[in-house]
T-cell receptor, first 113, second 114 residues
């Protein structure tokens, strides 16, 4: 079956520093890749998604490139803010049937001023 | 953005009793999902539902679980009877299409079975 592996948290950073959360996936199909973010007391919300290999997605200063050869989708942000403190989930969804999302374990990111 | 509403936000229930978790999905969405998240652990897929039928379910979707959406009202997850290991946050999600589409999640229903 499909699986997603991401950086084990927690990740603690100071404001203004850079963030990388690694994500790798295993699948025999051709997925769409997602990054979701979950704030305390809320459900996951889409950060961005990339349906095609070798394309990049971005939102709110975060970005990730769908690397099919390396089966990776690492999340990066050049300069984090305290408001970026959340749990970040890498996920995939198959493009040929409706099973929904397969999530990674999630990475808790804490940014301190 | 689109909102998915879940009721109740939290519930404490005695082991063996029945519980129904309600979800009001995004109005024009056609696919509905339940996920389970035990505190500090991964979001895990339970089931998805389309056109009045279960399409896929995981091993976590035990025989004691059932889902329905009668007459376009709430999409519900019923657990009967509940067990201690059912304690978790249950997230409902909906999407316009099935494959590769964005899921919109509710804020979750925290269930505590005692």
């Amino acid at each position: 079956g499909d699986s997603v592996t991401q950086t084990e948290g927690p990740v603690t950073l100071s404001e203004g520093t850079s963030l990388t959360v690694n994500c790798s996936y295993e699948t025999k199909q051709y997925p769409t890749l997602f990054w979701y973010v979950q704030y305390p007391g809320e459900g996951p919300q889409l950060l961005f998604k990339v349906p095609k290999a070798n394309e990049k997605g971005s939102n709110r200063g975060f970005e990730a490139t769908y690397n099919k050869e390396a089966t990776s989708f690492h999340l990066q942000k050049a300069s984090v803010q305290e408001s970026d403190s959340a749990v970040y989930y890498c996920a995939l969804s198959q493009n040929n049937y409706a099973q929904g999302l397969t999530f990674g374990l999630g990475t808790r990111v804490s940014v301190f001023p | 953005g689109p909102k998915v509403l879940q009721i109740p936000s939290h519930q404490i229930i005695d082991m063996g009793q029945m519980v129904t978790l309600n979800c009001d999905p995004v109005s024009n969405h056609l696919y509905f999902y339940w996920y389970k998240q035990i505190l500090g652990q991964q979001m895990e897929f339970l089931v998805n539902f389309y056109n009045g039928k279960v399409m896929e379910k995981s091993k976590l979707f035990k025989d004691q679980f059932s889902v329905e959406r009668p007459d376009g009202s709430y999409f519900t997850l019923k657990i009967q009877p509940t067990a201690l290991e059912d304690s978790a946050v249950y997230f409902c999600a909906s999407s316009l299409e099935g494959s590769g589409n964005t899921l919109y999640f509710g804020e979750g229903s925290r269930l505590i079975v005692v």
